[in-house]
């Protein structure tokens, strides 16, 4: 079959503008990547490669450096988390500080917990912005908790969670055994980012999170919720066999 | 729930998702062609070989798909949800698409997904809720951009006017460049319909450009 010559470069300058203009259409990368989060293939859907990257040295860099200098200066005070690894790696970039932390009245001896304390909003002081350990249940101690010393302890002050980082910490919290963390997490992402573009992905955790709870009838009905709201796509996809699984389908 | 990261080999007995988040943590792959994770999609075992495929046919195709459902009349709110349901399919097929096949397979399941989206319209409820297309890159002019954002809305104005069957072949061929062949193959038609219908389909662009 011979094909005829195509009229981007046989028509006239009107087509050949009208088709290029066609041609260089393109969804936006964000809208891929919400493809491969959907797909099973990627774990965050706004992470760009240079975020990542740069997500990467932070966390690495600065992040570590915080760290360190927090616990130099005060020596072995803080206690740090589990998933301080999922929010340090969500936020992109940002002034870290250190002030101190008002001293818990009633210090639990021993406790490897964190608390974890709202995640910074815009109506803060308009300084430097709070970020927080990650949620991690006292019942839940983990090897990489360490209560440290009794000296007083301070308060990592760094740059606002990204809605990435709190999905990526509910998500860590969820695959970790500690429900309730991820709960928490994914009910401040929606305080903090109300139609955010990670809201269904956060939806979908939150099903899994309730039921691993032993909320099993609230988990259904948000997943039939999100059935009825979102019939299509491969969140639904996911939602679908979710309570197929369960035999609620 | 127990994390599964940790447990790469000898494949564990994953059947369907155990955890939607437990999936989710499983990445990003290693290297190895050890089956060990269920797909997101259908929830059979996936080779790691294959889900660098599948990420890497995400990637190279996903402005084509996109691209080419909303030129085939799929709303800007629904493009994004039709080019997953297109690559749903993939990733269910995905072991009987021969390589170098993908691009024509994608196609085909584009050309049906959109005619499904066309027959369903004003019946589905879902709405996009985040912005789906890129800015046209103008040099950063902003007359340069309304200009482009104009051509692009006249031609979909006269896709619109042409008929599915015209549309579908014109905009493979004219807009993203697949042979008359391949097109014949995406659609299981004869190739004098293909030539027939492009035909058809220039003197209807061609009127449709006249004031």
Redo the contacts between chains.
Sequence with gaps: ????E???SSGSA??R???Q????????????Q??????????TATLAPATAVALLKWSQGACGAAWRFAATKWGTGLVLAVGAAGVATGVATGQVAVEPLEAPSQPSSGSSAVRAERPPTASGSGSSIRVVPPLVDAAEPSAASAAVSASPPKRVVVAAPSEVSLIDSA??S????N?SAALALLSEHRRTYP?G?L??EAR??R??ALA?SGRLPEAVGEAQRFLT??????MS??VR??LD?HGKL | MSPARDQMAPAPAIQGEESLAVVDACLPAPDSATPTRPTAADGTLRTWPERRRLTALVKQHWDFVGRLIRHLGVGDEEVEDAAQQVFLTLDRKLREVELGRERAFLASCAVHIAARFRRLRGRRREVSEAPLWELPAAGGDPEQALFQQRRVEQLDSILGGMGDEHSTVFVLYEIEELTMAEIAEVLSLPAGTVASRLRRARQLFQEGLKP
Excluded at chain 1, 27 to 32: E, F, I, L, V
Excluded at chain 1, 174 to 177: A, E, I, K, N, V
Excluded at chain 1, 229 to 234: S, V
Aim: proline fraction near 5%; hydrophobic fraction near 45%.
């Design positions: 079959m011979t094909d005829l195509r009229l981007s009107e087509e503008a009208l088709l203009a066609a041609r260089v259409r393109r969804p936006s990368a964000a809208s891929r919400r493809a491969l989060v959907a797909l099973g293939l990627a774990t998500r860590s969820l695959t970790s055994g429900p139609g573009s809201a269904l979908v955790i099903i899994e691993a709201q979102h019939p299509n796509g491969l996809h996911r066999r979710w699984r």
